[in-house]
C-alpha cells in the first residue's frame, strides 16, 4: 500500500523539511502534491463550480434583460472589423522573449516562482493576424474610486465605495494597504476607496450613460486622448469629480454626497494592439482625439 | 484577393469596376422572439428574488422627519387580485375577522412587501405637480413607421430593425451599384497613393447625390466578382435621390426575393 506522506522521509537535514519538505531531489523521484483536505467535503461542491453556473454560491444573473451595446457589436462591429483589420501582407508578430527553462531540470530553480525566473513581462502582447476566432470583444470594466484623507478619517472610504455602488449597481469590493506608508500617515490594512468589476448588462449600461451622457454634459472635453490605450489592450480613463456628478443617479440627489470624488475606469479587452483597442471603443461609439503618438514598441 | 494583386500588377484599368455595398445601420434593438423574452423574464425573476429587501431603517431612521413622511404616505392598498386569488379559501381570508393579505408566494405580508416611496406618491399628493408631469410625459415613438405601412421602398426610415441595402435596377435586374471610371482616375489614385474605397464614396455621390454624409468602413475590398471589387460604406445621414435611376433600400430577407439567385448565393454571406 502508498500511503501518501506529508514529509518525505528521505531528508537528512531538519531544515530542509520546514522549506521545501514535498519535493525530492534524488531519484527515484516522488513529487508528493499537497492537498486541502476541506475540497473533497460534498458542501464545497457549490464552490467548485464556475461562476456562472446557477448552482455556484457567488452566482449573478447578467443577461438580464436586452442588451443594446452587445447587439450592435455583433450585429455591425464584428463584421467590420474583421475587415479593416485586414492586412494582406500581416503575419505573427511575437511579444516578449520567453526563456523557458524546465524547472525540473535544474535542483535550484524547483520551487521558484515564475517571475523571479522570467523577470518582467513582456512591454506588449503576441500579434496574431485577425481572423474571424480572433476579433477584438470587450471583456470586463473595472471601476474604482479612492478616497482622501483617509489618515484624518479613517470612515472616508465609505463615501467612495457608496458612489460605485449607486452607479454601477455593483457591490464594490475595499481597496486596501499593503504596504505601509509613514509620510502619508498609512497603515497595512487600512481602507483607501472600493473597486468594481462589472460585466453584462451592467458593464454596457454604465459605458453607454459615460459616453451618451457624462461626455457630452462636460464643457471640455474633446474626446478621450489616443495615448491612452496601452499596449495589452486596456484603456484607463479618469473622471474628474465634476464628471462623476453628471451621473443621473447623483444629479438626481446631489445634497447627499458631502464631498464627491474622481473615479478610474479601465475597459479591457481582447485586443492584442493599441490600434485595435482604439478601433474597437470608436465603433461602440466612444469619441478619440490624436494627442500624442500611439505606445508601440518596436518589434522583436 | 490574390486575383487582386495579379490584376493590379497588369494594370488592366480597362476592364476594371467598382461596387459599393452600402448600408444603414439598425437604429432600434431588435423585437424579442416569445421564446427569449421568456428567458429574459425568467432571468429578471431571479435576480429579483436574489435581491435583498428594502432596508427600511437605513434609509428612513426612527424618529426623522423623513421617517414621518414615509410613514405618512404607507397606506395599506388592498391588492385585489390577489384576494381574488385566495377568495375561495375562508380560512385564510377570515382569520380572526380580520382580512389577512398574502403576497404572491402565500404568505403573510410584512412591512417589505408593500413599501411605497414617498417620491412615487408626490404627484398624487400635489395635484398641481401632476398636472404639470403630464405635459412633460415621455411617449415613445412606434417602431413601425409611415414608410413601413405605406410599403415605401424608397426611403430610409423604414424596417429600423434590421440593416438596409442599396440596390440599384441596371439591365432590368437588381444589383448593387457599379461604377466605370477612366483611366486617369485610377493613376491619380496611384500617384496620390490612396486606395479604391474612396473611389467608390465619391461615385456613390455622383450618383445619389452630395447630401449622402458616407463613410467607407475599410480600404480593403471585401468581394471580387467579375472585375469589380466590392467595398463595404454606411449612411449616416441624407437621402439617395436621383429621378434616372430606380432604386429600393431592402434589408437582407427581401434582397433574396428581388435579386438574381445565382448573384445573391454570392453575396449572401456579406450581409446582416
Known amino acids: 500500500m502508498n500511503f501518501s506522506v ?66 450592435h457589436y455583433y450585429n455591425s462591429v464584428q463584421s467590420d472589423m474583421l475587415l479593416m483589420a485586414y492586412d494582406h501582407s500581416e503575419t505573427f508578430t511575437p511579444g516578449p522573449i520567453y526563456r523557458e527553462i524546465d524547472n525540473l531540470s535544474n535542483p535550484y530553480l524547483i520551487n521558484k516562482t515564475k517571475s523571479t525566473i522570467f523577470g518582467k513581462t513582456g512591454l506588449f502582447l503576441d500579434r496574431y493576424p485577425i481572423t474571424p476566432k480572433n476579433i477584438p470583444e470587450l471583456l470586463n470594466v473595472e471601476v474604482s474610486c479612492m478616497a482622501k484623507d483617509v489618515n484624518v478619517n479613517k470612515y472616508k472610504y465609505i463615501t467612495a465605495k457608496a458612489l460605485i455602488q449607486q452607479i454601477t449597481n455593483v457591490k464594490p469590493n475595499n481597496i486596501v494597504v499593503t504596504e505601509s506608508d509613514h509620510n502619508m500617515f498609512l497603515r497595512v490594512g487600512s481602507i483607501l476607496g472600493g473597486k468594481a468589476d462589472l460585466f453584462g448588462y451592467d458593464k454596457s449600461q454604465f459605458l453607454l450613460t459615460l459616453n451618451e451622457l457624462i461626455f457630452p454634459k462636460d464643457e471640455y472635453f474633446n474626446g478621450i486622448p489616443e495615448h491612452l490605450a496601452d499596449p495589452k489592450g486596456h484603456i484607463t480613463l479618469e473622471l474628474s469629480a465634476e464628471q462623476v456628478s453628471f451621473f443621473p443617479e447623483i444629479m438626481s440627489d446631489k445634497d447627499l454626497w458631502d464631498s464627491l470624488l474622481g473615479m478610474t475606469v479601465k475597459i479591457n479587452t481582447t485586443a492584442q494592439d493599441p490600434a485595435y483597442t482604439k478601433m474597437l471603443l470608436s465603433g461602440l461609439g466612444f469619441p478619440f482625439r490624436a494627442e500624442g503618438p500611439l505606445e508601440e514598441p518596436a518589434r522583436v | ?150 410599403n415605401d421602398v424608397t426611403k430610409l426610415d423604414r424596417s429600423l430593425e434590421n440593416d438596409l441595402y442599396l440596390i440599384v435596377k441596371s439591365q432590368g435586374k437588381w444589383v448593387f451599384p457599379t461604377f466605370k471610371n477612366s483611366e486617369d482616375s485610377y493613376k491619380q489614385l496611384v500617384d496620390d497613393n490612396k486606395s479604391l474605397d474612396l473611389l467608390s464614396v465619391d461615385n456613390l455621390k455622383q450618383l445619389g447625390g452630395e447630401n449622402m454624409q458616407l463613410w467607407s468602413i475599410s480600404k480593403t475590398p471585401c468581394k471580387f466578382l467579375k472585375n469589380t471589387f466590392y467595398f463595404k460604406s454606411i449612411i449616416f445621414s441624407g437621402e439617395f435621390k436621383n429621378d434616372k435611376v430606380e432604386h429600393k433600400w431592402l434589408n437582407k430577407n427581401e434582397l433574396k426575393d428581388v435579386m438574381d439567385p445565382e448573384y445573391y448565393k454570392e453575396m449572401e454571406y456579406l450581409l446582416n
Open chain 1, 6 to 71: 506529508r514529509i518525505s522521509k528521505r531528508q537528512f537535514s531538519q531544515a530542509g523539511k520546514l522549506c521545501k519538505g514535498t519535493y525530492s531531489i534524488v531519484n527515484p523521484t516522488h513529487h508528493i502534491e499537497r492537498y486541502g483536505k476541506r475540497v473533497l467535503m460534498e458542501s464545497a461542491d457549490s464552490s467548485k463550480t464556475h461562476s456562472n453556473d446557477i448552482k455556484a454560491k457567488c452566482y449573478i444573473p447578467l443577461d438580464v434583460r436586452q442588451d443594446r451595446l452587445t447587439e
Open chain 2, 1 to 150: 484577393m490574390l486575383k487582386c494583386t495579379k490584376l493590379l500588377q497588369n494594370s488592366v484599368y480597362k476592364d476594371l469596376q467598382i461596387g459599393s455595398i452600402l448600408k444603414r445601420i439598425p437604429i432600434i434593438t431588435k423585437s424579442l422572439t416569445p421564446y427569449e423574452k421568456e428567458y429574459y423574464e425568467y432571468k429578471q425573476g431571479l435576480y429579483n428574488r436574489m435581491a435583498l429587501d428594502f432596508p427600511k431603517d437605513y434609509y428612513y431612521p426612527p424618529g426623522t422627519m423623513k421617517t414621518m413622511e414615509f410613514e405618512n404616505v404607507q397606506k395599506p392598498k388592498a391588492n385585489m387580485e390577489l384576494l381574488n386569488k385566495y377568495a375561495k379559501k375562508d380560512e385564510l381570508l377570515f382569520k380572526d375577522n380580520k382580512t389577512v393579505e398574502y403576497n404572491e408566494s402565500g404568505r403573510e405580508k410584512t412591512d417589505c412587501d408593500h413599501v411605497v416611496l414617498v417620491e412615487d406618491i408626490k404627484n398624487e399628493l400635489n395635484d398641481e405637480s401632476s398636472k404639470k408631469n403630464k405635459e412633460n410625459e415621455v411617449t415613445f415613438n412606434s417602431r413601425i413607421t409611415k414608410a413601413d405601412k405605406e
